[in-house]
Structure formats: C-alpha cells, structure tokens
C-alpha cells in the first residue's frame, strides 16, 4: 500500500555529484515530512537530512551541511537529495523515509519514522 523507491545511487569520484530522488505512493505525501538516512558497512544508520511537509524546515547532520541539499515536490510525490562534493565517507546505503506526525519541524531520530525504501547504494571512490 505505502511505498517508498529510491534512485539514483551508483558510483561517483570524490568531489563529485549525485541527486538521489525518492518516490512515495499510497499515503497523502504533502502531509508527511520527510528524511534520508544512510548505513555505511560496519556502521549504524544515522540522520542525513530531513525536510518538514510544507518544505518549511529543514536539517542536516553536521557531516553534510553545506555539500547536501534536501527538497521536495508535492505535486510529484517526491524527495530529492542533492549531494555535492561527495567525499568516501558518504558511501553508503541511503534511504528514504517518511513520518506521518503532519508536524512542521523535522525528527532526527528513525524510529521516529513510519515508513522506509528499500535504499540506494552510493559509492565515493577515494
């Protein structure tokens, strides 16, 4: 019923660019805010960015201010995840997820939300 697909992962030099996209389906998109979180190997998941339903506010992890920027387009249904100057520290799985608390500012915490893709393999080579 509620989906989540992300895209546009792969592989990409360091200082180079990538935009994830993030499509949900089966829930009223505009009224949930959004967030992207990544696992590295060895690693547990941690808060990327995040961005309230109207788009309103957003957050960041202190590791990508400045380099990411997070959006969304209602009428599409969509996140997107712009990721600039990508060093090998950001290679991961990231993942889309949605949270329906209809609250206009952002949670950084993933139990926190309701509904998860299925993520998006980025690779920094170094």
């Known amino acids: 019923q509620v989906q989540l697909v992300e895209s546009g992962g792969g592989l990409v030099q360091a200082g180079g660019s990538l935009r994830l996209s993030c499509a949900a389906s089966g829930l009223p998109f505009s009224s949930y805010s959004m967030g992207w979180f990544r696992q590295a190997p060895g690693k547990e998941r941690e808060f990327v960015a995040g961005?309230?339903?109207?788009?309103?506010?957003?957050a960041y992890a202190d590791s990508v201010k400045g380099r990411f920027t997070i959006s969304r387009d209602n009428a599409k249904n969509t996140m997107y995840l712009q990721m600039n100057s990508l060093k090998s520290e950001d290679t991961a799985v990231y993942y889309c997820a949605a949270d329906r608390g209809f609250i206009g500012w952002v949670k950084r915490s993933g139990v926190a939300y309701d509904y998860w893709g299925q993520g998006t393999q980025v690779t920094v080579s170094s």
């Open positions: 961005i309230s339903y109207s788009a309103t506010n957003t």
